[in-house]
């Protein structure tokens, strides 16, 4: 039994530990006439019960422990089920989505840092000069290209973080 008080004249019990007395605490204020003219202050108290110490000592709640979690079970957790299967069959190169995501975030900063640059008309590595006759086409082809090179490959990103959000899940038994 769990037992939480807010006021000084109980204890706190966690678990029936044996160090504190199973009663609880009296006042040892005695009603005087003094006691009486006093202004009594009144206390709050709170207690909580947790739903297991309702019930009977006797009764044991039943747990569902999976078949693989058993001690002498040879079955492999919902995890590992899959990677049997897959060591011996070929697997295709994929991609993890973060490389997706990174790739997507250099592209469009290098997309938005072409349109300043051509704004600006300052080169910052000197590679083209502004007076240059590629210069705004190179600046040109790396915007309208960029832009929706990297939004495609931001796509992906989630694509692929859904697909192995997906494929944990129904190796955990969600789906």
Known sequence: ???LSLSPLHYVS???NPYH???FARSTATKTPQNRSKKQARKLTVFAVTEGSS???KEKPEESVPSWANPDSDEPPPWARDEAGQSGS???LQIPFFVYLLASAITAIAA???VFEYVNQKPVFGVLGSDSV???PVLGFFVFTGIPTAAFLWFKSVQVANKEAEEQDRRD???
Do not use: L, R
């Open 1 to 3: 039994m769990v037992t």
């Open 14 to 16: 966690i678990n029936n």
């Open 21 to 23: 007395s199973s009663q």
């Open 55 to 57: 019930k009977s000592k």
């Open 90 to 92: 070929q697997q295709s």
């Open 112 to 114: 938005i840092g072409s």
């Open 134 to 136: 590629f210069y705004a």
């Open 173 to 175: 038994g969600y789906k």
